[in-house]
């Protein structure tokens, strides 16, 4: 029986993903070809199916480099794709961001610059400002990461610290015509704040950013805080006019992974309720609450009767205080596990859709009725394994991971609760 939930749970996992697969998606939305040359950039976890898309679309002259996270790259035939560190930034990626700014400083008027955008662009296009080093944007990462604020926070920061994100690298392209095309990981779908908006006018201010480091008791570098201190630190805003006539398109979002998931579940028979594709918060906290839904509904018949499954997106956040691997999907599934307490009745999965759950090797994870008791059998301390943010641990040892592989997307988050 928990074999079958199992494959039925993982069937909308992989609904939600094909949902929101460049070369389903990105089509309809390109521009007409302009009358000079056509300039793709772009960064993120789908930057490379991205970039395909493009190249099958529209055969013939394009040039072009976008950079992606390690291993998650694509022999294309005219677009160079580079390889990154990705949730830390490296040499490569910052490498790589100097080449596309200079490329989009290339351009001229009658050029299309073809932008494209999904999560994780922010870490993996990474140019410092002037006066900033790589290895204070590492540490700035790093503890941003750990300290549980969320994306749009952590964007924040990164783009005043930035010498082409928060509309800089339009700036650079400037007087080119920009259309920007993005995949969404961001609750909200803000298209400004996906992969920190490069090509796109900021409408935060670096005010906001030193009150987010502030807020977080991040320690900030002296170089790092006399540049937020300077004019230099303030991005350009929408109404700037180098940023004028630029067009954007949110291309695939959770909503629509989630509506995809949903129609699954119907056709097998199971009643979908979509709980939000935007929820944040602590992944153990939202876990806790998603669990009680979920006896609400076997217990009750409320909000919807069984078989049901509730399904969410959005992106939690995990204060890591232990030394254990997992990321947040493994947090929320371990905490919705100690909750639920072996609840005869439900299953439950997380994954994330780029397929890489934080900066581990697996997408997520999966539990069933009997994972609670396995666990004590095996002497497995579900509440320790929590404690020290060991998800990934513990739902190794009952053979519970789930492993995709890079899925060259990223609508972020993917939780379903099935209720039998």
């Not at 291993?71 to 100097?98: T, Y």
């Not at 610059?113 to 999560?119: E, R, W």
């Not at 549980?148 to 392209?173: D, F, P, W, Y």
Request: aromatic share 4%; glycine share 10%; with cysteine.
């Amino acid at each position: 029986m928990s074999e079958n939930q199992r494959a039925f749970l993982e069937e909308l996992f992989q609904a939600s993903i094909k949902a929101a697969d460049p070369l389903h998606c990105l089509k309809p939305f390109l521009p007409e070809k302009p009358s000079g040359r056509i300039i793709v950039l772009g960064a993120g976890k789908a930057a490379a199916s991205m970039a395909k898309a493009v190249e099958i679309a529209w055969p013939g002259e394009i040039e072009g480099l976008v950079v992606t996270r390690y291993d998650h790259g694509l022999a294309l035939d005219q677009i160079d794709v580079v390889e990154a560190s990705h949730p830390v930034p490296d040499a490569a990626g910052m490498d790589a961001a100097r080449r596309i700014y200079e490329k989009a400083q290339e351009a001229k008027k009658g050029d299309l610059v073809l932008c494209l955008m999904s999560g994780g662009a922010s870490a993996l296009l990474s140019l410092p400002a002037r006066g900033l080093e790589l290895a204070h944007k590492q540490a700035l990462n790093k503890s941003l990461l750990r300290s549980g604020a969320n994306i749009t926070e952590m964007n924040c920061v990164r783009k005043h610290l930035s010498a082409i994100k928060g509309g800089r690298l339009a700036q650079a392209a400037y007087p080119a015509r920009v259309v920007t095309l993005a995949i969404s990981d961001i609750p909200g779908d803000d298209p400004a704040t996906i992969g920190s908006g490069p090509s796109l006018g900021d409408e935060t201010t670096v005010d906001e950013a030193k009150a987010i480091l502030h807020k977080y008791d991040i320690a900030v570098p002296e170089p790092v805080l006399a540049h937020l201190n300077s004019e230099a630190g303030e991005t350009p805003g929408p109404d700037h006019p180098q940023l004028a006539g630029g067009t954007v398109h949110v291309i695939a979002t959770p909503q629509q992974s989630l509506e995809a998931a949903a129609a699954v579940a119907e056709h097998h028979g199971v009643r979908p309720v979509i709980l939000g594709d935007s929820i944040e918060g602590e992944a153990r906290e939202v876990a806790i609450v998603m669990a009680g839904i979920a006896r609400q509904v076997a217990h009750h018949g409320q909000p919807q009767t069984a078989p049901c499954v509730l399904l969410s997106g959005g992106e939690t956040t995990v204060t890591v205080k232990g030394d254990g691997r997992g990321g947040r999907n493994a947090e929320f599934l371990l905490s919705a596990l100690n909750d639920l307490k072996g609840h005869p009745e439900i299953y439950a999965i997380a994954c994330d859709t780029d397929g890489i759950d934080g900066s581990e090797d697996n997408a997520g994870a999966y539990f069933s009725p009997q994972s609670y008791s396995r666990a004590q059998q095996a002497n497995l301390d579900s509440e320790a394994y929590l404690a020290r943010n060991d998800g990934y641990g513990f739902f190794a040892a009952l053979g519970d991971l789930i492993f995709t592989g890079p899925t060259r997307t990223n609508v972020n988050d993917f939780r379903a609760l099935l209720i039998r």
